[in-house]
């Protein structure tokens, strides 16, 4: 390999490094909210700054505690969603396939306005 190939090489590392590190340190924001939609309707939107449990439909109960969420009981019988861990990041979800909940943290507020609108 010639010199132009390390640089290159290095470059290229240097590059997926930082992305990386952007991936792992970045926050939630100040004001992030976990939505929760049953059968693909909106059930509510709730802060992460709260510390509360929710119960959805008497199927699933969703803990938020110390900025992080996570699914504490539900009635399916696979229990993937109660085994996976909190969530937190902007982006990350949650989803009880058999009782269609899913729990997703946004980084904004949900509002009445589509993508397009706002």
Same mark, same amino acid.
């Given at each position: 390999m010639? #010199? *132009?190939?390390? !640089? !290159? +090489? +290095?470059? @290229? %590392? +240097?590059? =997926?490094? !930082?992305l ?5 340190? $970045?926050?939630?924001?100040?004001? +992030?909210?976990?939505?929760? &939609?049953?059968?693909? &309707? !909106?059930?509510?939107?709730y ?5 509360q &449990?929710?119960e @959805? *439909?008497?199927t *699933? $109960? %969703?803990?938020i #505690?110390e900025?992080? =969420?996570?699914m504490?009981? =539900?009635?399916c ?5 109660v085994?996976?861990?909190g @969530?937190? #990041?902007?982006?990350e979800?949650?989803?009880?396939l058999? *009782? #269609?909940v899913?729990i997703?943290?946004?980084? &904004?507020?949900?509002?009445? %306005? ?5």
């Open positions: 010639k #010199r *132009n190939d390390w !640089l !290159l +090489a +290095a470059g @290229i %590392l +240097a590059v =997926a490094v !930082l990386f590190c952007f991936q792992i340190f $970045r926050e939630t924001g100040d004001h +992030a909210y976990v939505s929760v &939609t049953v059968d693909g &309707t !909106l059930f509510g939107t802060s992460m700054e709260e510390d &449990t929710v @959805i *439909n008497d *699933n $109960r %969703l803990v #505690r900025g992080s =969420a996570r504490e009981w =539900a009635d019988p696979d229990q993937v969603c085994h996976h861990r @969530i937190s #990041r902007d982006g979800s949650i989803i009880c058999p *009782n #269609r899913v997703s943290v946004d980084s &904004t507020e949900q509002s009445d %306005l589509d993508g397009i609108a706002q």
